[in-house]
C-alpha cells in the first residue's frame, strides 16, 4: 500500500506562488509515474502536471510556462512549483501515483486546498 501525503497549499493573492510537496511512503523510483490533479467545485479532477520514473513530464496547456513538477529521490517527494497564480487556478489539489506492475495501481493523496484571491 502507497500513502501519498500533499502539502503547502494555502491562500495566495493573483500573481503570487505556492509550492506543493507529496510525500511518498515508498520509494518514488518504484512508482512509475506521479502527479498532480486537480478539481475545480462540480467538476472532475483533471490533470495538472506529471512526471515519470525516468524524468520525462508532461502539463495540461493551462499551466504550461507557469508550473514546475520535480521530484527529490532522496526524500521521496515531488513538488509542483506554481507561479503566477491566477484566480482560476483555485481548485483543491491531489497527489498521484501509478504503479504499472504486477499489476496497474492507482494511489492518491488527500488533497490541498489552493486558493487564488486577492
Known amino acids: 500500500q502507497v500513502q501519498l501525503v500533499e502539502s503547502g497549499g494555502g491562500l495566495v493573492q493573483p500573481g503570487g506562488s505556492l509550492r506543493l510537496s507529496c510525500a511518498a511512503s515508498?520509494?518514488?523510483?518504484?512508482?512509475?509515474?506521479m502527479g498532480w490533479y486537480r478539481q475545480f467545485p462540480g467538476k472532475q479532477r483533471g490533470m495538472v502536471a506529471a512526471?515519470?520514473?525516468?524524468?520525462?513530464?508532461n502539463y495540461a496547456d493551462s499551466v504550461k510556462g507557469r508550473f514546475t513538477i520535480s521530484s527529490d529521490n532522496a526524500k521521496n517527494t515531488v513538488y509542483l512549483q506554481m507561479n503566477g497564480l491566477k484566480p482560476e487556478d483555485t481548485a483543491v489539489y491531489y497527489c498521484?501515483?501509478?504503479?504499472?506492475?504486477?499489476?496497474?495501481?492507482?494511489?492518491w493523496g488527500q488533497g490541498t486546498q489552493v486558493t487564488v484571491s486577492s
Open positions: 512526471i515519470t520514473s525516468d524524468g520525462s513530464t
Open positions: 498521484n501515483g501509478v504503479i504499472l506492475t504486477p499489476s496497474p495501481s492507482l494511489y
Open positions: 515508498v520509494s518514488i523510483f518504484d512508482i512509475n509515474v
